[in-house]
């Protein structure tokens, strides 16, 4: 495995409460999130990824103080996103201590946004959060915003390509239709992204078994796993997944 490939956790988060879905549907408490970002750290994860999931409903986000425990005994790339409207949200969470910011629905009304954060912080700080659920004809994707509750309209894989025009550093891909399921990624989807995609892509929904995440990383492009519910439900462990990429 490329040096570069990267095991990230993803935490949902609500308050200050580690939070799980299925389909970002049915969300239940499931720690605390800081106590679960050390513990990931502590087992050799790469990067943290911090997602407040009620943060575009409410119009506000509660990382702030999350970012400013964790960053001081974490010593790893911490993203983190959910409501950053403008340049002065995503400032907010990199003084607390964030390394990247990432957003969905908000450069989604407003792309621009995406070139706006890029000139101040550079691309490399900017991950657009990309939620693709399928179409009802099962043919193709459609972005979804609103923490998965909303259609786009926007076709995934014309998103891609528009972002990363704007200055997108990297692409969190997740498919919601697998999100929570343990049916493991969604390789139609995760294709068809790696063929437009010429940014860092990340991605994510579904992945349980050690042979999803190495489905996955065997593309170039892809240079991170999303981890959630496998993690959170100890269906991979972080150390003995690294050992079985090393050798493969």
């Known amino acids: 495995m490329a040096l570069c490939k990267r095991l990230i956790a993803r935490l ?6 580690l939070i799980k879905g299925i389909r970002y549907e049915g969300l239940r408490v499931v720690g605390d999130t800081c106590e679960a970002a050390f513990y990931y750290f502590d087992k050799g ?9 009620v943060a575009s409903f409410y119009g506000q986000n509660s990382l702030n103080e999350i970012l400013k425990k964790t960053s001081e005994s974490i010593f790893i790339p911490i993203t983190a996103g959910g409501g950053v409207r403008s340049v002065r949200d995503a400032a907010k969470l990199l003084a607390a201590g964030a390394d990247k910011i990432a957003i969905n629905s908000s450069c989604i009304k407003n792309p621009n946004l995406i070139s706006e954060l890029a000139k101040e912080f550079g691309s490399q700080c900017v991950v657009v959060s990309i939620q693709a659920r399928k179409n009802y004809d099962n043919i193709g994707w459609t972005c979804m915003t609103e923490a998965g509750r909303e259609r786009s309209n926007i076709s995934v894989i014309e998103w891609i390509k528009t972002v990363q025009n704007l200055g997108a550093g990297e692409i969190l891909l997740t498919s919601v239709d697998n999100d929570g399921t343990f049916k493991g990624p969604d390789k139609k989807l995760i294709q068809e992204a790696s063929e437009v995609s010429k940014v860092p892509l990340i991605v994510g929904g579904g992945v349980t078994t050690k042979n999803d995440v190495e489905f996955c990383l065997e593309k170039n492009i892809i240079t991170g796993v ?10 991979i462990e972080v150390m003995d997944l690294k050992h079985h990429l090393l050798k493969s």
């Open 12 to 17: 949902d988060i609500k308050g200050t409460k």
């Open 226 to 235: 999303s981890l959630a519910a496998a993690l959170h439900y100890k269906k």
């Open 45 to 53: 994860i790469d990067e943290i990824l911090y997602l407040d999931s």
